[in-house]
Each structure stands twice: as structure tokens, then as C-alpha cells.
T-cell receptor, first 115, second 113 residues
Framework: GQQLNQSPQSMFIQEGEDVSMNCTSS?????WLWYKQDPGEGPVLLIA?????ELTSNGRLTAQFGITRKDSFLNISASIPSDVGIYFC???????????????FGKGTKLSVKP | DVKVTQSSRYLVKRTGEKVFLECVQD?????MFWYRQDPGLGLRLIYF???????EKGDIPEGYSVSREKKERFSLILESASTNQTSMYLC????????????FGNGTRLTVT
């Protein structure tokens, strides 16, 4: 079946640094979604991408839908302490049957503050 | 804003107990989902439903069942809880359109002892 590789698994940030993470798929996706999960909370949608090549921003966050339709990246500029959490990518393949049962999640990138 | 509410944030149950996890959404979404989240394994789909009384198995349905008697409510049932079902359970909902994102509840952390 489809696989999603998200990297890095974890990273440490210092306030003010830019952060980058990405997801790659073994097959084509029609939709890429990026979520953030704070400790003890459910994931919250950050950005949704629907077209190959699309570049979308949400404040200091920018995400792109790769032109091959097999990858996506998320950048956070000028990180702040409240950016810590787990970031998930999710992709939806072309065999969408109206029920979204084929939304696939990456395993997450854990952002922590540099000690 | 869409609100997905899970009835309990924390639950502790004993092995063999029947456990009900309840989820309600207030935006008239057709789709509802149950995931479990475990360290290193990410989110795994247990069951989903795209209409009242309809249900579909996800990737890991064994040991679980679901009920969707009303559009806004989706229940996850552990018929006989086991320790390997200790996990964070996340409910989500979405519109029944091609590219509608999921909206998640805050999760229920279940411990089975």
C-alpha cells in the first residue's frame, strides 16, 4: 500500500531559527495536509494543499505541494517557543471513493526547544 | 468553527471490561473517524463512517466495533478491553466532499490495567 515518509523524526529549535520538514510518498497524492498537535490535544489543521506546485502560507508557516505530487514540505520561519509540538503530514491518493478512508498520515516530526 | 467533542479526556479501565468512547461533532459532517495514536506508530485508522448506520473498517479494526445511530455521534466500542489497547484515541470528522480535511477532537487517553 501507500507509504508516507516524514522527516526529520525530531528536531531542536532555537528561537528565531527557520525550520523545515518534509514528507515523501511512494505514490501520487491529490491532497496534502499539514497538522500540528500540542501535548495532550488533538491535531489541528495548519495548511491544506490541493494542486501540484501550490505554495500556501499561513502566518510564519509555508507549505508546498511538490510538482511530482509525491512530496510536500513545511517551513516555519523565525520559530518561537509555542511552535513546539508534533507536526504531521497527511496525504490523500487518487482512489478517493467519497469516504476518505485512504487519508494517510506521516509519523510526525517532533519539534522541541534547544536546551 | 467545527467542534469535535470526545466525552472523556482520560479513562482507566480493567482488562476484560467493555469500554465505550463517545464522539460528537456539531457541524453536520457526514464522515466520522476513529484513530489511535501510539509513539513511533503515528495515527492508525480503526474505523470510519460516511453515513448514519454505515461503517467501514480501517487499518486496525480487530478488537473494536463502532456505532453510528445519529449523524453527529460516532461511538467506539472495545468489547473486552486488553492492555494492548492502552493508547490515545482520536475522533475526527469531515464533510463528504472530495478534498475536505479532517477536524479532530482532543483525544481520549485510555489506560487498560
Amino acid at each position: 500500500g501507500q507509504q508516507l515518509n516524514q522527516s526529520p523524526q525530531s528536531m531542536f529549535i532555537q528561537e528565531g531559527e527557520d525550520v523545515s520538514m518534509n514528507c515523501t510518498s511512494s505514490s501520487i497524492f491529490n491532497t496534502w495536509l499539514w497538522y500540528k498537535q500540542d501535548p495532550g490535544e488533538g491535531p489541528v489543521l495548519l495548511i491544506a494543499l490541493y494542486k501540484a506546485g501550490e505554495l500556501t502560507s499561513n502566518g510564519r508557516l509555508t507549505a508546498q505541494f511538490g510538482i511530482t505530487r509525491k512530496d510536500s514540505f513545511l517551513n516555519i520561519s523565525a520559530s518561537i517557543p509555542s511552535d513546539v509540538g508534533i507536526y504531521f503530514c497527511a496525504g490523500q491518493g487518487p482512489n478517493y471513493g467519497g469516504s476518505q478512508g485512504n487519508l494517510i498520515f506521516g509519523k510526525g516530526t517532533k519539534l522541541s526547544v534547544k536546551p | 468553527d467545527v467542534k469535535v467533542t470526545q466525552s472523556s479526556r482520560y479513562l482507566v479501565k480493567r482488562t476484560g471490561e467493555k469500554v465505550f468512547l463517545e464522539c460528537v461533532q456539531d457541524m453536520d459532517h457526514e464522515n466520522m473517524f476513529w484513530y489511535r495514536q501510539d509513539p513511533g506508530l503515528g495515527l492508525r485508522l480503526i474505523y470510519f463512517s460516511y453515513d448514519v448506520k454505515m461503517k467501514e473498517k480501517g487499518d486496525i479494526p480487530e478488537g473494536y466495533s463502532v456505532s453510528r445511530e445519529k449523524k453527529e455521534r460516532f461511538s467506539l466500542i472495545l468489547e473486552s478491553a486488553s492492555t494492548n489497547q492502552t493508547s490515545m484515541y482520536l475522533c475526527a470528522s469531515s464533510l463528504l466532499v472530495r478534498v475536505s480535511p479532517l477536524h479532530f477532537g482532543n483525544g481520549t487517553r485510555l489506560t487498560v490495567t
